[in-house]
């Protein structure tokens, strides 16, 4: 992997997680209405949530459909680009967004990956344990060795 790498240029991104809590899946535009629907009913929740200090996301006053289409359009290019890797979260009994996991490079010398996710307020019993999850899924399937979870 070169510097300027994001991960190696032979790897194949995982594309799904699933456990019998939840399930993983590239975010994108089709996800647009539920997405919007979880984030923006949890805004508080969401905010209070480890990862997101800087208290701009997600934003006070919501967004509009049409700008969080732009956001998962945004989100689904990173990912085709292999920069930055976001899944929405599923609940596998009828498939409806209940939270997000997102993978960007880190911004710190120390870390390969910044990883953050969130659930809804409506289940909170999921926040630590999406984000175990998804650290031990990142420790077997992805390239990353040193992992900034932000203070998981």
Known sequence: MTANEFVPAGFA???SLAT???RLEPLGPKHNAADHAAWTSSIEH???TPGYPDGNWP??????L???????????DDFARRNGFTFTVLDPGDDDVIGCVYLYPADSENSDVTVQ???RADRPELDATLADAVARWLATDWPWDRLDRCGR
Not at 59 to 64: E, S
């Open 59 to 64: 934003p006070l006053d919501g967004m509009t």
């Open 20 to 22: 019998d809590r939840f």
């Open 117 to 119: 996710t969130w659930v």
């Open 13 to 15: 991104p995982p594309t």
């Open 46 to 48: 969401i905010r209070a």
């Open 66 to 76: 049409e700008e969080n289409l732009s956001d998962l359009r945004r989100h689904a």
